[in-house]
T-cell receptor
Framework: QKEVEQNSGPLSVPEGAIASLNCTYS??????FFWYRQYSGKSPELIMS????GDKEDGRFTAQLNKASQYVSLLIRDSQPSDSATYLC??????????FGAGTRLTVKP | DGGITQSPKYLFRKEGQNVTLSCEQN?????MYWYRQDPGQGLRLIYY???????QKGDIAEGYSVSREKKESFPLTVTSAQKNPTAFYLC???????????FGPGTRLLVL
């Protein structure tokens, strides 16, 4: 079992729709969770971090965390073509190791 | 301008050659990291350093070496022992080892 699992996609949504990106992780002691966006050929950039169970909203982005289910998700509302990228999920464990998933490729069609 | 710089953007390595990738940050961050990214895969940790003159191996350290003589610099050497070096190399830094990591623009290494 991979430590961090994400659906590789591609996930295709129409402009204006909600994109839902999911991530499961195996390390039960993971305490903090990060979502990064990576455009093709570029380096990852931080979108959001979440530390507590529940939802955290930042503009069009909402991160959802359920530690009991070892599940974290990212919702993108009113998706724009500029949101087309690969989204990386990265839980950080108690030993401070940050583990990255392979990412979900999102395409937003105009 | 504050940030993390990596050079060169592209690097070509010949068989049996050691090459060094540069990473510099002016964010006054304590911790620095090197990752490798292969197509369709997540980032894998090569080495990290929490303070000057100290560094630890990550998951795939074999064939690589690093130094941390200055807080702002964390160069990575890809040695001839690394038999499959073609990848996208990313340097990151954080305030401390428990904080959010920020990435440089990356270096793409290709083998001739």
């Amino acid at each position: 079992q991979k430590e961090v699992e994400q659906n590789s996609g591609p996930l295709s949504v129409p402009e204006g729709a909600i994109a839902s990106l999911n991530c499961t992780y195996s390390d039960r002691v993971s305490q903090s969770f990060f979502w990064y966006r990576q455009y093709s050929g570029k380096s990852p950039e931080l979108i959001m971090s979440i530390y507590s169970n529940g939802d955290k909203e930042d503009g069009r982005f909402t991160a959802q965390l359920n530690k009991a289910s070892q599940y974290v998700s990212l919702l993108i509302r009113d998706s724009q073509p500029s949101d087309s990228a690969t989204y990386l999920c990265a839980p950080r464990g108690d030993n401070n190791d940050m583990r990255f998933g392979a990412g979900t490729r999102l395409t937003v069609k105009p | 301008d504050g940030g993390i710089t990596q050079s060169p953007k592209y690097l070509f390595r010949k068989e049996g050659q050691n090459v060094t990738l540069s990473c510099e940050q002016n964010l006054n961050h304590d911790a620095m990291y090197w990752y490798r990214q292969d197509p369709g895969q997540g980032l894998r940790l090569i080495y990290y350093s929490q303070i000057v003159n100290d560094f630890q191996k990550g998951d795939i350290a074999e064939g690589y070496s690093v130094s941390r003589e200055k807080k702002e610099s964390f160069p990575l050497t890809v040695t001839s022992a690394q038999k499959n070096p073609t990848a996208f190399y990313l340097c990151a830094s954080s305030v401390r080892n428990r904080e959010t990591q920020y990435f440089g623009p990356g270096t793409r290494l290709l083998v001739l």
